[in-house]
């Protein structure tokens, strides 16, 4: 009876833990699929409060109220922006509860004098060797995202042998405790080397590619608590250990991918060879973010006013139904769009006039400088096409610069700002553009038709 | 069988009733014989060469193309001169304006010529391709707007420039027929701002099929449409509200291209002096439906006048500006007309045949309408 | 513990593999942040150590990992979900609009 | 301070030197006072209300208009006798022709009157919202297809029709200027089939960018563009290469419009009496360059003529014939001139300046270019 | 150790199992997936023949040469058309086998003088019960589709009544033998009773919806397997046995949304109330075949060659920018897109072009009549937008039509045509269009513009 | 028999849903094919009837089941490689775009 409510609650709690995901993939349901998660949860610690083997209750409840009184503040308290370490140092929790959780077990069964049996040992070994990895490469993770360590690359002679020799240990020690499980001192000297592997492991990585490896180490504690699963014979932790095995490895390549890193480069490349963050440097050694069109996407997915700025590229791009479809898009899904159109873009009077007229854009959507000027402070997004000079801030605010006194579009007062264009050329003018270094400036890089074609097949998934 | 094309003689007539691609066809597909006059289609941009290596022959004069021809294909209606060089019993096709024409009738059955109005091609979709009125009104149509364009001050597009931001023409076409959808299409094609207006509920659909915004709909109604697509006169309130409603549309508009008809009719008056003097100074209007006495009441046939610092252009045979496709069109309508005319090489001329009896105007020597 | 467990493993993963395929880059943040707290599911693990009571050096370890998993797990879903409330504004917009 | 806009007198002059909307910018944003001579603004649509209505004062006549004011506004450069009714001291605003007007300039500079060129206002990015040479390019582009399109005997576009389908025009743009682009831009509206030629190699690119075709890429060559995107004369062989190219694309084309000029120097002679025989019968050119000779060589400046059966038009002034938009796009960019030079209520004068130095014809009595 | 083969070949099965399905759902990669689901299958067999409890491989050699021998040439020689009733027969057939294995379980066991336990009797009355009703149902099905059967919904009075009856007998014998799974009789009056049930169940549905139908019966049979593996607990039965039960009843969803009928009404709309099939009928009794974006989208990805003939119906949509993407998309695919303008095409002379020259659909892919005409017979698809009178057969083959002489494009003469058009109103001549009712036509009803940016979105997907 | 088979029930139905899910109507047929190929696994049931010897009986009604099962799987596959052959020629087309 007991057995099958237990069972019965763990069976809910998975198919919970997989709704939840699945709804978490879609940004309009993701926070439905959050709270089922949390149910599943509850679901799954009720179900194990049942479990025979607990006759004692105190210590639970103790740590339950503790865990409780120190989760809350984290949870509540962190600011946005340090979201990525906060989610390292979680991590390091939930991988520290599993690797403990391991060394009770083992210890227990050696105290009782009975060394669990072979196959078991080799569960253990996995939960704890994956468990330490994860909560010491985490550890350092945070440390590098909040800047307690240096957040570039850390990388020394002889790197490769010394990672390859702890390596080699770890994995000697895996075996011979297998084979041996009797010896404890063999046990715990593994889990002091995984630890060094872990830190060996992220050191290596750049500040910029955390978030890949925070989201991999993910993965691994994912299968520690699988590991968990089969060691201690228990389903819940068996399923959702190996749901998140699987997803924090997609997870991470697919984060790699989106930094346009392929994930071997971050992980692999990590050793010896120097890693560059994603982002070019420049001459003044500004740097550009430049993002993929999914994100690009997003972002006018869910702008309620959105201004478009075409330019000379537009037309060199002969872009302009592309733009016309992504309008349309973008209102289809409830947002505004307006056409600014800049006395002198393009390379003759009226140049963008033409083109956004042959692609159908009614005259009522284009809006000449000054009616529009005054709208961007509330635009969500600038959407910069092709245009350069007519978007230059220089012409504001450095007296200096050819263009000083051209009255220009205020994108610059957008939210955010996106600039489709091939590369860092400059435009007639031929001067640089501070605008591409704004940090609410992100560059889509490529010729405007290709990536505004990517970004219509983007806003469909969305 | 032998068909031969004269040199057209009407003043301001610069088209010829058969293009060097006609001919070919003629020759080819239905192994006819042509004639064509020396210099035939030199004012539309045909040279006496490409007639030749299409394969007519070239007749020196007017007489030597109209006679000897059972056949005579023509633009314009013949004068009586010619009438008198066209060999009897022949059959002579060409525009004949019914019903501004008896003398020309009569001459034509006195000299037992048969003679087919290419006006009264019957509106029947399968007849379409042998119809002038709609290849003409095309060329009308496209043209009308041009000519408005070009007297405008103002530009068609919008414009913005760091000379300031230049707002598009409005243009108003009144009437949707062949002609004002050709103007609408035009219009649009230069960036104007395009209203239109029509008596017949199908035209609505078809104005905004193209684009364009459709003036007054409570207007419109279902009995306005008589057979063949074609418009019949309105009743005295209907034309009074027609008239408010264009008149308070009328008032901003830059450009107003007309093209209002009813068949076997005067046009229509639609644009009173009033109307015009409301309008802002140096705005347009073309009156293409000056042939029949103009749409506007101020406008004079074959004129451009000024009033209320409006210009009034009121163009006669505009398809002849256009001489070059214009004749081209023209021609493909009689070769289509010939296809179902000449059987195995004789003229098929069955007063009983949907689209051959309707033509008719003169056969046996008799008037037959 | 029977074979079965083993393709209970696999399935599971393909699941996971699956669900996660394709997400909006937007979404990355807080789905790293919904599979941690899932990861927190250690916590079952834990109560089962710290409630065995077979000794105390296990209890005790068992009592910080379920403090730690706890904690996790509370902060992981409240963060979570502060970060998806941004979303939240837009919600009705493309679901209204998705029909 | 007073700024004065007459009447314009030269023949076929219809724009004015500020429209109404300009009026009202400088009277509200720069706080001058405008006089304007009756009826200076009716040939290109603005009636004298309308200044009213903007805040202007009227001048009966000419010399009231003229006399009186610090700065004087004109379009066209300014007759002995007007010259005569401006103050002493004052400053002239207008179209200057230098290089062809030495007389004239001696004349201001007699009576003291500093004169300021627009043609001569510098090809910097900051300075484009004063550059008319732009503004009525710009205009003259939009124009020069207008006329050739009504002058010829075709459709620009492709037609489907019942009879028969009508094959697009060829348009063959010369020169991809402000003018050329502006025309590239209308004839492509249209439907014609455009293609066009340029020396400067940044007009290829900017040719595609408005979906034209450029022709003969093998020209082109980077020392062709001299300082602010103008053309240098071309040396022998690259002069000869140029019309080879020309010469075999033009055979087949129906439309040509020729915008191809040297600042200071007579238009570049691109198309030759052989390439015009060559042509089809019925095409026609229209050269745009025809106010500094004209680029093709048959064309009669001011005349339209018929050669080898083609039409060659050679319009001057064409921006005064779209007087409406082409005098508020002036108007604008004598706004921004005066945005630039009248720092509160004082007119600087400052021969250093970028823009005004480069614009200075005349200045304290002296001709100072 | 031979244990753990049998297991390792059951995972690998499995895994290519699920593999295999997943890449049928990628026309391209379709094939190759199902050749995965047959070595799977490959695997599943031999790892069942190490299986201990084999002893006797005489009947088994005999029973594999045999079915072979008969399976060979069902697969060969079935002529496509004959493709839905084949599957329908096969189906019984795999049922048919789920069913015998139950019952021979069960008379074993009975034999053995010890009834199966409650448990494992309810794994058993489950798979034969979902067996006999599928056999039964298949076999009917099979019989509608050959048209055996009248394939029109067969009802009678009472009908719901007795299929009510008949079902309440069926569960009630089920509940008696799981009570007492000792009583023979029960279990086998209960085959026969869920044998009734399915031929109850699969008359009253129309022949149109077999597919649906068999999709259903698909998925019981599915069930079945996976309830053999509860009762025998067989790992792979139960692995495959429940994809199958999940995607046969995915699949059958699916397949009645694409023949926009609702699931439920396919099924239940069934008992009591005549079901229409699918298509409208018209005066003259002739059917139109409707078909979704789904299937369309497909034709066209898949075509060499699309002729497009829009009409005045594009014009009123003003789908002409619609046309000119889907024209692209197609032609990134390799596929070759020819726009067939006919001389009265719309509502005035050249209306065709003024549109798709907007659009910016180059010139040189438009053809007139004469051009064009020749090259549908070897075109897959002739697309018609909103063209009614020019594609109108009529106007070659009735004299009596007012548009008789008048030339057509011969859409007919392409091996498949589309039609997008709102409904099946006549143009402007007024008359009825034969070609609408070609078998080779399907007709996508909808706005020219809703339709083709439905298209476009699913060519994404193919 | 386990309860893990619960969940593996589970899993399975669930990986087969989402795979499922969103097939282009073309391919229902040949996926209905599949999945009832698929079916013959029954296959593996009747085997250890045919093969376990208990009784005469159960063996030839094993024996049947054999026949029935294999030659639905045999016809099934063959067939359903017959309908995608259809495919084939245009598989790269789109494979080779797709990149
Ligand atoms: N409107 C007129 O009458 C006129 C006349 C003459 C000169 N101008 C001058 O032209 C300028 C117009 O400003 P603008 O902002 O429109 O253009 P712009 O300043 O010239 O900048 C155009 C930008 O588009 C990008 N681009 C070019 N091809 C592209 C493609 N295929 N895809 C994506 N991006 C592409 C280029 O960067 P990448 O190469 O990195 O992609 C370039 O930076 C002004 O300086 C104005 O003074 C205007
Ligand atoms: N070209 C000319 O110069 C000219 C002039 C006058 C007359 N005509 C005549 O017009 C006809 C032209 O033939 P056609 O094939 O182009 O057109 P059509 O024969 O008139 O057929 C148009 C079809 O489009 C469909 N339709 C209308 N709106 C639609 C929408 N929004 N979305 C999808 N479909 C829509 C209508 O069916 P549903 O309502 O069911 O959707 C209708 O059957 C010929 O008979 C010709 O003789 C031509
Ligand atoms: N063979 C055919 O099927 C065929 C061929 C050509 C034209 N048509 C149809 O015939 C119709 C008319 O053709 P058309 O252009 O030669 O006609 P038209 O030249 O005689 O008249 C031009 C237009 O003026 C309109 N009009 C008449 N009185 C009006 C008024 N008081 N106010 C406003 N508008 C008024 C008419 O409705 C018509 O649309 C069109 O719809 C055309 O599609 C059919
Ligand atoms: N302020 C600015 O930045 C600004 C303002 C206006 C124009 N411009 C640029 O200046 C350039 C020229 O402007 P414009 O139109 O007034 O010049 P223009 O009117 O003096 O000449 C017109 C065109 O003729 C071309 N041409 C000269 N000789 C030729 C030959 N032998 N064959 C063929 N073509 C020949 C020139 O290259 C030029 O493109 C344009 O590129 C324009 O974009 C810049």
Same mark, same amino acid.
């Given at each position: 009876?007991?057995?099958?409510?237990?069972?019965?609650?763990?069976?809910?709690?998975?198919?919970?833990?997989?709704?939840?995901?699945?709804?978490?993939?879609?940004?309009?349901?993701?926070?439905?699929?959050?709270?089922?998660?949390?149910?599943?949860?509850?679901?799954?610690?009720?179900?194990?409060?049942?479990?025979?083997?607990?006759?004692?209750?105190?210590?639970?409840?103790?740590?339950?109220?503790?865990?409780?009184?120190?989760?809350?503040?984290?949870?509540?308290?962190?600011?946005?922006?340090?979201?990525?370490?906060?989610?390292?140092?979680?991590?390091?929790?939930?991988?520290?509860?599993?690797?403990?959780?391991?060394?009770?077990?083992?210890?227990?069964?050696?105290?009782?004098?009975?060394?669990?049996?072979?196959?078991?040992?080799?569960?253990?070994?996995?939960?704890?060797?994956?468990?330490?990895?994860?909560?010491?490469?985490?550890?350092?993770?945070?440390?590098?995202?909040?800047?307690?360590?240096?957040?570039?690359?850390?990388?020394?002679?002889?790197?490769?042998?010394?990672?390859?020799?702890?390596?080699?240990?770890?994995?000697?020690?895996?075996?011979?405790?297998?084979?041996?499980?009797?010896?404890?001192?063999?046990?715990?000297?593994?889990?002091?080397?995984?630890?060094?592997?872990?830190?060996?492991?992220?050191?290596?990585?750049?500040?910029?590619?955390?978030?890949?490896?925070?989201?991999?180490?993910?993965?691994?504690?994912?299968?520690?608590?699988?590991?968990?699963?089969?060691?201690?014979?228990?389903?819940?932790?068996?399923?959702?250990?190996?749901?998140?095995?699987?997803?924090?490895?997609?997870?991470?390549?697919?984060?790699?991918?989106?930094?346009? $890193?392929?994930?071997?480069?971050?992980?692999?490349?990590?050793?010896?060879?120097?890693?560059?963050?994603?982002?070019?440097?420049?001459?003044?050694?500004?740097?550009?973010?430049?993002?993929?069109?999914?994100?690009?996407?997003?972002?006018?997915?869910?702008?309620?006013?959105?201004?478009?700025?075409?330019?000379?590229?537009?037309?060199?791009?002969?872009?302009?139904?592309?733009?016309?479809?992504?309008?349309?898009?973008?209102?289809?899904?409830?947002?505004?769009?307006?056409?600014?159109?800049?006395?002198?873009?393009?390379?003759?009077?009226?140049?963008?006039?033409?083109?956004?007229?042959?692609?159908?854009?009614?005259?009522?959507?284009?809006?000449?400088?000054?009616?529009?000027?005054?709208?961007?402070?509330?635009?969500?997004?600038?959407?910069?096409?092709?245009?350069?000079?007519?978007?230059?801030?220089?012409? $504001?605010?450095?007296?200096?610069?050819?263009?000083?006194?051209?009255?220009?579009?205020?994108?610059?007062?957008?939210?955010?700002?996106?600039?489709?264009?091939?590369?860092?050329?400059?435009?007639?003018?031929?001067?640089?553009?501070?605008?591409?270094?704004?940090?609410?400036?992100?560059?889509?890089?490529?010729?405007?038709?290709?990536?505004?074609?990517?970004?219509?097949?983007?806003?469909?998934?969305? | 069988?032998?068909?031969?094309?004269?040199?057209?003689?009407?003043?301001?007539?610069?088209?010829?009733?058969?293009?060097?691609?006609?001919?070919?066809?003629?020759?080819?597909?239905?192994?006819?014989?042509?004639?064509?006059?020396? @210099?035939?289609?030199? %004012?539309?941009?045909? %040279?006496?060469?490409?007639?030749?290596?299409?394969?007519?022959?070239?007749?020196?004069?007017?007489?030597?193309?109209?006679?000897?021809?059972?056949?005579?294909?023509?633009?314009?209606?013949?004068?009586?001169?010619?009438?008198?060089?066209?060999?009897? @019993?022949?059959?002579?096709?060409?525009?004949?304006?019914?019903?501004?024409?008896?003398?020309?009738?009569?001459?034509?059955?006195?000299?037992?010529?048969? #003679?087919?109005?290419?006006?009264?091609?019957?509106?029947?979709?399968?007849?379409?391709?042998?119809?002038?009125? #709609?290849?003409?009104?095309?060329?009308?149509?496209?043209?009308?707007?041009?000519?408005?364009?070009?007297?405008?001050?103002?530009?068609? !597009?919008?414009?913005?420039?760091?000379?300031?931001?230049?707002?598009?023409?409005?243009?108003?076409?009144?009437?949707?027929?062949?002609?004002?959808?050709?103007?609408?299409?035009?219009?649009?094609?230069?960036?104007?701002?395009? #209203?239109?207006? /029509?008596?017949?509920?199908?035209?609505?659909?078809?104005?905004?099929?193209?684009?364009?915004?459709?003036?007054?709909?409570?207007?419109?109604?279902?009995?306005?449409?008589?057979?063949?697509?074609?418009? %019949?006169?309105?009743?005295? /309130?209907?034309?009074?509200?027609?008239?408010?409603?264009?008149?308070? +549309?009328?008032?901003?508009?830059?450009?107003?291209?007309?093209?209002?008809?009813?068949?076997?009719?005067?046009?229509?008056?639609?644009?009173?002096?009033?109307?015009?003097?409301?309008?802002?100074?140096?705005?347009?209007?073309?009156?293409?439906?000056?042939?029949?006495?103009?749409?506007?009441?101020?406008?004079?046939?074959?004129?451009?006048?000024?009033?209320?610092?409006?210009?009034?252009?009121? !163009?006669?045979?505009?398809?002849?500006?256009?001489?070059? +496709?214009?004749?081209?069109?023209?021609?493909?309508?009689?070769?289509?007309?010939?296809?179902?005319?000449?059987?195995?090489?004789?003229?098929?001329? /069955?007063?009983?045949?949907?689209?051959?009896?309707?033509?008719?105007?003169? +056969?046996? @020597?008799?008037?037959?309408? | 513990?029977?074979?079965?467990?083993?393709?209970?493993?696999?399935?599971?993963?393909?699941?996971?593999?699956?669900?996660?395929?394709?997400?909006?880059?937007?979404?990355?943040?807080?789905?790293?942040?919904?599979?941690?707290?899932?990861?927190?599911?250690?916590? *079952?693990?834990?109560?089962?150590?710290?409630?065995?009571?077979?000794?105390?050096?296990?209890?005790?370890?068992?009592?910080?990992? *379920? *403090?730690?998993?706890?904690?996790?797990?509370?902060?992981?879903?409240?963060?979570?979900?502060?970060?998806?409330?941004?979303?939240?504004?837009?919600?009705?917009?493309?679901?209204?609009?998705?029909?």
């Amino acid at each position: 009876m007991r057995d099958t409510f237990i069972q019965a609650s763990y069976v809910i709690a998975s198919i919970l833990f997989i709704l939840g995901l699945r709804m978490l993939t879609r940004p309009d349901k993701a926070r439905t699929g959050m709270q089922l998660a949390a149910v599943g949860m509850l679901f799954a610690v009720i179900g194990t409060l049942f479990n025979p083997t607990i006759v004692d209750f105190r210590w639970i409840i103790g740590g339950l109220v503790l865990g409780v009184v120190i989760g809350y503040p984290m949870g509540m308290r962190v600011p946005m922006t340090a979201m990525p370490q906060r989610i390292a140092l979680s991590l390091t929790l939930s991988a520290l509860a599993a690797t403990l959780v391991g060394i009770a077990e083992y210890y227990t069964e050696i105290a009782a004098g009975s060394p669990p049996s072979h196959m078991k040992m080799a569960a253990l070994n996995f939960e704890i060797m994956l468990g330490s990895i994860t909560v010491a490469g985490t550890i350092v993770a945070a440390g590098k995202l909040q800047e307690w360590i240096a957040s570039r690359p850390v990388t020394f002679k002889g790197q490769n042998l010394v990672n390859g020799v702890v390596f080699l240990g770890v994995v000697t020690l895996f075996a011979y405790t297998v084979v041996d499980p009797s010896q404890s001192w063999a046990f715990y000297t593994m889990i002091g080397a995984s630890l060094v592997f872990g830190v060996m492991l992220v050191m290596p990585i750049g500040g910029a590619d955390m978030p890949v490896v925070v989201a991999l180490l993910n993965s691994y504690s994912g299968l520690a608590s699988c590991a968990t699963g089969f060691a201690i014979g228990n389903v819940i932790l068996l399923i959702s250990g190996s749901l998140d095995g699987a997803s924090g490895l997609i997870l991470s390549i697919l984060m790699s991918k989106a930094m346009n $890193r392929s994930f071997t480069n971050v992980l692999f490349g990590a050793f010896g060879s120097q890693t560059s963050t994603a982002g070019a440097k420049t001459a003044e050694g500004l740097t550009v973010r430049s993002v993929g069109v999914e994100d690009a996407a997003i972002q006018l997915a869910y702008a309620q006013l959105v201004i478009v700025i075409p330019g000379y590229g537009m037309a060199v791009a002969q872009a302009q139904h592309a733009v016309r479809e992504l309008a349309e898009m973008i209102e289809k899904r409830g947002g505004e769009v307006k056409f600014a159109v800049h006395p002198v873009a393009g390379r003759m009077p009226g140049h963008m006039n033409v083109l956004l007229a042959e692609a159908n854009i009614p005259y009522d959507k284009l809006f000449d400088m000054d009616e529009v000027n005054s709208d961007f402070d509330r635009a969500d997004v600038a959407l910069v096409i092709g245009a350069n000079d007519v978007v230059n801030p220089a012409a $504001r605010n450095d007296p200096a610069s050819p263009i000083f006194g051209m009255p220009i579009l205020n994108a610059d007062r957008a939210k955010s700002v996106i600039v489709l264009k091939r590369g860092m050329s400059a435009g007639f003018a031929g001067i640089e553009n501070e605008l591409f270094y704004d940090k609410r400036t992100s560059m889509l890089f490529g010729d405007a038709k290709t990536s505004l074609t990517g970004l219509i097949n983007e806003m469909k998934n969305v | 069988m032998r068909i031969s094309v004269p040199t057209e003689t009407a003043p301001r007539e610069q088209r010829v009733a058969l293009a060097p691609d006609s001919v070919a066809r003629l020759i080819k597909q239905q192994k006819l014989e042509v004639v064509v006059q020396r @210099g035939a289609g030199l %004012r539309a941009g045909f %040279r006496d060469d490409a007639y030749e290596s299409a394969g007519a022959t070239l007749a020196a004069d007017a007489a030597s193309a109209l006679g000897g021809s059972p056949i005579v294909a023509k633009v314009q209606p013949p004068s009586p001169s010619e009438i008198a060089q066209i060999d009897t @019993g022949a059959t002579l096709i060409s525009l004949m304006r019914p019903g501004q024409s008896a003398d020309i009738v009569a001459l034509l059955a006195g000299r037992n010529v048969t #003679s087919l109005a290419l006006e009264l091609v019957p509106r029947i979709t399968r007849a379409q391709s042998m119809d002038v009125l #709609s290849s003409q009104s095309t060329v009308a149509g496209y043209k009308g707007v041009l000519i408005g364009a070009s007297a405008l001050g103002k530009f068609l !597009p919008m414009l913005t420039t760091a000379a300031g931001n230049i707002s598009p023409a409005k243009v108003f076409i009144i009437g949707a027929g062949v002609a004002g959808l050709q103007a609408i299409a035009t219009a649009r094609r230069l960036g104007g701002v395009v #209203s239109a207006f /029509d008596v017949r509920p199908a035209a609505r659909e078809q104005v905004q099929s193209l684009g364009a915004a459709f003036v007054a709909n409570e207007l419109v109604n279902e009995s306005a449409e008589a057979a063949g697509g074609y418009a %019949r006169a309105q009743t005295q /309130d209907e034309a009074a509200r027609t008239l408010a409603a264009i008149g308070n +549309h009328i008032k901003d508009m830059d450009l107003v291209v007309t093209t209002a008809q009813i068949p076997g009719r005067a046009a229509p008056q639609l644009i009173t002096a009033e109307m015009v003097a409301s309008m802002r100074a140096g705005s347009v209007i073309v009156d293409l439906a000056a042939e029949t006495g103009g749409n506007c009441a101020l406008a004079k046939p074959g004129e451009t006048i000024q009033m209320h610092d409006v210009t009034i252009i009121a !163009p006669l045979n505009v398809p002849s500006t256009v001489a070059f +496709h214009a004749s081209q069109m023209f021609g493909r309508n009689i070769v289509e007309l010939l296809k179902h005319l000449v059987k195995d090489g004789q003229a098929q001329l /069955d007063a009983a045949d949907e689209i051959t009896g309707a033509m008719m105007m003169t +056969h046996d @020597g008799k008037v037959v309408r | 513990m029977s074979v079965l467990e083993v393709y209970i493993f696999v399935l599971a993963a393909f699941v996971g593999y699956m669900v996660i395929s394709k997400v909006p880059a937007l979404l990355h943040t807080p789905l790293m942040a919904a599979t941690n707290a899932i990861a927190g599911i250690s916590l *079952v693990g834990s109560l089962i150590a710290a409630g065995a009571a077979q000794n105390r050096v296990a209890t005790i370890i068992g009592f910080v990992a *379920v *403090v730690a998993a706890t904690s996790n797990i509370v902060g992981g879903f409240l963060l979570t979900d502060r970060m998806l409330k941004m979303f939240r504004r837009d919600e009705k917009t493309p679901a209204s609009q998705a029909k």
